[in-house]
């Protein structure tokens, strides 16, 4: 997909245009190929709701993980608060949902912990902004591609 920045250098998101992002989404995954979804915190987790009912997913773990501050800058290393155990994860089909693909380190690490669990996770994120990315591997579904800041409607004070 094309970047698409705006000239402003951020992208507001409204709910219509995030519903139609997580449809995007939606129709890119296949329904029933999840055994479980599991949301990052806390930008994740509108997403990974909305696009959990268009799947038909009720299974859905919350990864709770630090990296970024409140003013989008990042820390030293991906700090898990919560995370699923590895008997609620071992051999399953996980669909890890975030809103934005910055550096990746965040989702980069969560994949990581997924496996390291035996199992196989597939990526979804709204946003992914490859100009930024740090890690080797890109999302495995993603709605959009953009270099802007993007303000999500869920995100107060954006």
């Not at 992208?11 to 992002?21: A, F, K, M, N, P």
């Not at 930008?43 to 990296?67: H, K």
């Not at 669990?117 to 993603?142: M, N, Q, W």
Request: aromatic residues 8%; charged residues 20%.
């Amino acid at each position: 997909m094309a970047a698409n920045v705006p000239a402003s250098g951020r992208d507001v998101i409204s709910w219509d245009d995030l519903d139609r992002l997580v449809a995007d989404l939606a129709e890119r995954l296949v329904a029933g190929s999840f055994d479980l979804m599991l949301a990052i915190t806390r930008g994740g987790l509108v997403p990974a709701g909305m696009l959990a009912y268009r799947l038909g997913i009720r299974n859905i773990l919350v990864a709770a993980v630090e990296f970024y501050d409140d003013h989008g800058q990042p820390g030293p290393r991906p700090t898990f608060l919560q995370f699923p155990a590895d008997p609620l994860l071992r051999g399953q089909r996980i669909l890890i949902v975030d809103e934005v693909w910055d550096s990746g380190t965040t989702i980069h690490a969560v994949i990581e912990r997924v496996r390291q669990a035996g199992c196989l996770p597939t990526t979804a994120v709204v946003h992914y902004k490859p100009a930024r990315s740090i890690v080797a591997e890109e999302p495995d579904v993603f709605a959009a591609a953009t270099d802007a800041w993007v303000v999500y409607p869920f995100k107060a004070g954006g």
